[in-house]
């Protein structure tokens, strides 16, 4: 009675065992560890659930917000056009030639209209992550030709 006592197991199977050697019944589903079992299975199986469809949103790739070839303008530097893009970073090529990659949150998508319209809504000042000037570009040409 001891062990029925401590037992984590089914009451109602634990004494069909003690009392018949063994028993058909797998959980009676209404004694207290019967219910603790059912509660702890309901935990468990909400938390893989959750970690499951974690899992999903996580696989989705972050979509880019420009393409390659959009026209775009970035405060400060004027329009260029994308050279390429991913979820976290724009590459512009400008008319100047240089090649500045920024933050997309500091590219915009170029409107049909005059340019040089100031947003005012972006507060932020555009910092280009990576600013390559035309002439960087022209010597490292010249330097792998050599
Ligand atoms: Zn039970």
């Known amino acids: 009675m001891v062990f029925y006592a401590q037992t984590g197991r089914c009451r109602w199977r634990v004494l069909l065992e003690h009392l018949e050697g063994e ?5 009676c589903g209404h004694c207290d560890n019967c219910l603790r079992i059912a509660r702890q299975e309901k935990v468990l199986e ?9 899992i999903e949103v ?5 979509r880019a ?3 390659a070839g959009d026209v775009v303008t970035v405060k400060r ?10 979820a976290d970073e724009v590459t512009v090529v ?11 949150e500091y590219v915009k998508k170029a409107r049909k209209g005059p340019d040089g319209v100031i947003d005012r809504r972006r507060s932020n000042s ?7 000037p035309a ?5 490292r040409a010249q330097q792998s030709l050599t």
Not at 58 to 62: A, G, I, L, Q, T
Not at 94 to 104: H, M, N, S
């Open 94 to 104: 400008f008319t100047d030639g240089a090649l500045r990659t920024f933050q997309p």
């Open 23 to 27: 028993s058909a019944v797998e959980r």
């Open 126 to 132: 555009p910092v280009a992550m990576r600013d390559e």
């Open 58 to 62: 996580d696989d989705r790739p972050p």
């Open 65 to 67: 917000m420009f393409a």
């Open 46 to 54: 909400r938390a893989e659930h959750e970690q499951a469809a974690r």
């Open 135 to 139: 002439s960087a570009r022209k010597l």
């Open 77 to 86: 530097y004027g329009r260029g056009q994308v050279k390429q893009a991913t």
